[in-house]
């Protein structure tokens, strides 16, 4: 079975493979140039080489609609990213400009509405006894992306956001198209309903496991190792798991300096509230809700009918994403 790095090339290649046939070639160039742009970010294929993984999890040797499926999620995620950079009103993207920065935002809107009807296009490739179950997860996916980036637009005008909202804000945002990546692949594989909803909570788990460790490394990571400015959640007062958490257990003078520190910016800023999330011990808190989400996606893993050696790849996967310091 190949390892996430390996279905990451193999995507890659099915990829470059469709855009050699046409994909994204047409006119006007205006609509399709913003496309084949955002794709040149590259990045690390996360949602289609688990998509290939999980297929190949439960039968060695991959089917073609396999490769619709993990490209129809790459390119939904690609249209999100656009969309969201605008409503973000982010000028990089992974250290180049954001599409609606290089063209302009009516561009964007477009080109980024053309991607996602390009995901949906993919899945007239999926076989006729997989199709049903791969377009009603896709579709129930896609409703609760949006759903996820509203809670997230929504919590930026909130003085107080639960715990309990935030894990189901990035639940939707950010672990569903994970998780049905995976669903996916095991669907186009004949993988059975039970297992396949095991797989599903293998990837949900993990990806909000994978989000929690992105709130830890923006605040304690260091900028070395991350290949970005430190801080710049709290640089922009953005509602995190750390940011909640404090609030939540600071005290009235402790929650006066947080809300003083809301209004300035600088090393003062991130410094002091650093040093408050410590006092309060929302670092560790942080950690524990990383790990304990960790073990339920191994707990939902273990339950997987397959040869242990099969499931290598994953346990591989997970220990890398949790581990990291990028």
Request: a negative charge; aromatic letters at 10%.
């Amino acid at each position: 079975m190949l390892n996430f790095k390996e279905q990451a090339g193999q995507f890659e290649l099915f990829l470059q493979q469709q855009q050699e046939n046409g994909l994204f070639k047409g006119t006007p160039k205006n609509l399709y140039d913003p496309c084949n742009y955002m794709l040149s970010f590259g990045g690390k294929r996360i949602r289609p080489a688990v998509c290939l993984m999980a297929a190949e999890l439960f039968s060695p040797g991959l089917a073609e609609d396999v490769y619709w499926s993990a490209l129809a999620v790459e390119l939904f995620h690609n249209f999100t990213l656009v969309h969201d950079d605008i409503m973000d009103e982010a000028p990089l993207r992974r250290g180049k400009a954001t599409v609606y920065k290089q063209y302009n935002t009516t561009a964007a809107i477009l080109s980024g509405d053309v991607m996602n009807i390009y995901a949906y296009r993919c899945l007239q490739y999926i076989k006729p006894a997989h199709l049903p179950a791969v377009l009603s997860l896709f579709n129930k996916t896609a409703i609760e992306v949006c759903e996820g980036q509203q809670y997230d637009m929504d919590f930026e005008q909130q003085d107080i956001v639960a715990e309990e909202a935030y894990i189901e804000m990035i639940r939707l945002k950010t672990a569903v198209l994970l998780a049905a990546s995976m669903q996916m692949g095991a669907i186009c594989a004949d993988a059975s309903e039970e297992q396949a909803e095991m797989i599903y909570a293998f990837g949900l788990n993990l990806g909000i496991a994978f989000q929690l460790q992105d709130d830890f490394l923006d605040s304690f990571g260091t900028e070395a190792a991350v290949g970005k400015q430190i801080g710049g959640d709290i640089q922009a007062n953005k509602k995190t798991f750390l940011a909640i958490n404090a609030l939540s257990a600071a005290d009235e003078i402790t929650a006066m300096e947080l809300s003083r520190l809301k209004d300035i910016k600088g090393a003062e800023k991130l410094s002091k509230t650093l040093n408050i999330y410590q006092q309060l011990g929302v670092d560790i808190a942080c950690k524990k809700a990383i790990e304990q989400y960790t073990n339920k996606a191994l707990e939902a893993l273990e339950k997987i009918s397959v040869p242990q050696e099969r499931k290598q790849a994953f346990t591989a996967l997970l220990n890398f994403l949790m581990n990291r310091n990028f």
